[in-house]
């Protein structure tokens, strides 16, 4: 008969006591879980990343709900505990839900510290915490304006990052002489200041907040010297306190937090407690490392094995912004009997700072150049000593020491077997090797899932990849990540990142600053670049003809024998006499040698010259007819039925709703080709069930499907949702193609986007979430703002390009 | 290089500017087309404008480095030597080509 555990609290320390409970003693318990945000656990320091935009919610779930469901656990969300009854063993939620328990885990966590200053509790106050936070800063942010953050260190610098990168105004108000003052020393720190400074975000340090001055909402905050700084959201990030009221009621033991022993029981023998919340020998935890060993020793202790104990270790910090490096570890505070050893490189923006006492490294900062971190910091715990034909090469890290390459592989192939690899987790190097040579995993998401290295704030990513190269070889490289092409060890995913969160704006950055292996490129990766930066900044980026695809530099289709084909519009697959008349009269006047009728209701007038493209353009033009895209990876046909407009079965207007479809989206390049198809009713003439993205009509609205194809492979659509007007219909389609231009990668079509990306967090981030459809459909049309000019009428009466359709002449 | 027979002939083309930098123009020949390449460096290449694999026009290809890639179906060939890249089989005749002073660029053709 298992024993009954209630755990209060989801967060990531008691999520991974449960793991490895479960896994050493999986039917030992009956578990039922108290969480008072309604949500199941996420990987809470990568919130960071969900501000800035580089992430979403659904991609730092830990554990989905599903995980809950396999090991028979029961989740009560949004149920906030409210007492422990110690003498029944029980415990009671504020939704009124009492649970017996024979062992009870108390994972309550922290509570951001808010500084009592006058209008401290108005609306636009916020602090950073959960994911409630960071909804309320992403709304906030959408209207603009300028954002205060009160604290600058590691949350508030994360915070005000994103915030900027959500396109607030940004001031840091920091109460000392340097940011993150705990974590950096001043040079270190004014570094960091500057790098943020150049990226637009106000610092200012030993600003003294006086008081959050606004009659309904935030309007500004005033400091002591009377500088006033207009605010429409303020972040109060100065710190967390641990939240241990509800054990303090229970009648625990507690001090600053809950006090625990070295198996993290509590003064009660059937109480434990792990995470924020707790204080163990006079120290307080927030940084994941040391809580994960919490969990773990926890884990065990409830499984029933007891021999394990905490230790107090040091702890290493990074920041998690995009583009800074820095790192530090360790006690790094001057004093008696203590030596430094600096190295400055201005041009480069590096500096590194290493404490030495007794011979001993105690304590390293570093900033630009973080590589060594993760060796300095082994040294530090290892504690040997340096010696001092070492020390003077000692700055310059592992590979200075450990001989003459600088090849990455060479420095993790130097490294000890119990050096840390991943401090989140607290995985070595040995337990990664273990699973790539015992296990036999070949990837990194292989290793992830076996040892947990590198999942959760991922900065140690590169280092795991080293070791799978180091022990694979090739098959690594071959086998393992899918880069863009042979120019960079980039995957898709990572380029259209750090396009956007590094400010490239052109072909030559990204290839500068991602380290292409090549001069310019090749044919692969030029046409992916071109579109990422299209896609990432419309109106901004200068489209790079000469990285397109023949088709796409002269807006016409390549044949085998180097004539072109040329396809008009015909919105939703409608035409009229006059177009056909005047498609009639191109044929005969250019001597046309065939014309089709396409599989997306068009015509095609294919084995025009390329020298008569923009003479057979100007007359399509003078007709009314403008580029049908056929040719690019953009919207193709919007196929159509005649719908309730002809039909007697047609349930509504399918022609009406495929033309507006199409006037709003023609000219948008995507990663792939894109066709869509409208069909009045369920019989389904216009095959709207095999497209990219389809719309069935019905009685009562718009069936919206999405995800079909018709080519190499044939798949029948997902359905999306359904909706009852036509608005909703356009907006969701946009929404969709918005997601698929923010998320595809190139040359991916629409199915295979969303096999990789989930078909339901598609659902969610579109269907689910108005507020973020909204703003997808207003960043495709703001996009669409510059995308929709005819490019045949630029090249048939604006001499675009006109080199393209000339044949040189040799003269003498 | 090729084509240095003794009836060839040096002739004036275009300006180095009326190719695109990573572009290329056509030049008609009586011998057939003549694609010429300017690339990133600002070299200047010029090669029979003919695919050995399937005819296509290579100089609708992306040009990158000193290297372009045909449109039809992703040879890549290297245009100082003509010869095909990687696993694929076959060459190109290539022709002598300078960029004189005044930024005029020549070719050497057989004579037409």
Known sequence: MPQKLVVIGNGMAPGRVLETLIETAPDAYDITIFNAEARVNYNRIMLSPVLSGEQSFEEIVIHGDGWYIEHGITLYKGHKVVEIDREAKTVTSEPGETVSYDKLLIATGSNPFIIPLPGHDLPGVLTYRDLDDVNAMLLAAKSGGRAVVIGGGLLGLEAAAGLQAQGMDVTVLHLMPTLMERQLDPSAGYLLAKELAGRGIDIRCEANTKEIVGKDRVEAVRLEDGTEIPASLVVMAVGIRPNAGLAKQAGLETGRGILVDAQMRTSDPDVYSVGECVEFEGNCYGLVAPLYE???????????????????????????????????????????????????????????????????????????????????????????????????????????????????????????DDAEICGCNGVSKGQILQSIDKKGQTSLDGVRACTKASSSCGTCTGLVESLLALRLGDAFSAGGKQTVCACTDFGHDDVRRLILSQGLKSIPAVMQEL????????????????????????????????????????????????????????????????????????????????????????????????????????????????????????????????????????????????????????????????????????????????????????????????AGAAGMEVLKTEILCKVASEAEALETCSALLQLYREQGWYLERIYKWAARAGHDRIRAQIVEDAENRAALHQRFLYSQSFSQTDPWEERASRSVDAHEFHVLQPAE | MDGSGSLDRWYDICALEDIPVRGSRRVGHAGGTIGVFRTAGQKVFAADNKCPHRGGPLSEGIVHDSAVTCPLHGWVFDLETGAARGADEGCLKTYPVEVREDGRIWIRLPAC
Request: with cysteine; net charge negative.
């Open chain 1, 294 to 416: 919490q969990a773990r020793i926890c884990g065990l202790a409830l499984a029933g094995e007891e021999g394990h104990a905490f230790v107090h270790t040091e702890t290493s910090t990074k920041l998690k912004v995009t583009g800074i490096n820095l790192f530090s570890a360790g006690d790094f505070a001057e004093g008696e009997n203590r030596e430094e050893i600096v190295f400055r490189d201005a041009a480069q923006g590096v500096y590194k700072r290493l404490v030495l006492e007794d011979d001993r490294i105690v304590g390293a900062v570093l900033y630009g150049d973080v590589a060594d971190g993760a060796w300095f910091f082994q040294q530090i715990k290892a504690a040997d000593p340096v010696g001092s034909e070492a020390r003077r090469t000692l700055i310059f890290g592992q590979s200075f020491a450990g001989g003459p390459a600088l090849d990455p592989l060479a420095a993790v192939a130097a490294l000890p």
């Open chain 1, 515 to 706: 380290e292409w292996k090549t001069s310019c490129g090749c044919a692969k990766c030029r046409p992916a670049l071109n579109y990422y930066l299209l896609a990432s900044w419309p109106g901004e980026y200068v489209d790079d003809n000469q990285s397109r695809f023949i088709n796409e530099r002269v807006h016409a289709n390549i044949q085998k024998d180097g004539t072109y084909s040329v396809v008009p519009r015909a919105w939703g697959g409608m035409t009229t006499a006059a177009e056909l008349r005047a498609i009639a009269d191109v044929v005969d006047k250019f001597n046309i040698p065939a014309v089709k009728y396409t599989g997306g209701q068009r015509i095609d007038m294919l084995g025009v010259p390329k020298e008569d493209l923009p003479a057979v353009w100007a007359d399509l033009n003078a007709a009314g007819m403008v580029s049908g895209h056929a040719y690019g990876k953009s919207l193709r046909t919007v196929k159509t039925c005649v719908g309730s407009e002809w039909c007697r079965f047609g349930t509504q207007d399918s022609t009406g709703l495929g033309i507006k479809l199409e006037r709003m989206m023609w000219g948008a390049w995507t990663p792939h080709k894109v066709k869509l198809a409208v069909s009045g009713c369920p019989r389904n003439c216009a095959e709207a069930t095999c497209k990219d993205i389809g719309v069935v009509c019905v009685d009562s609205g718009y069936e919206i499907h999405f």
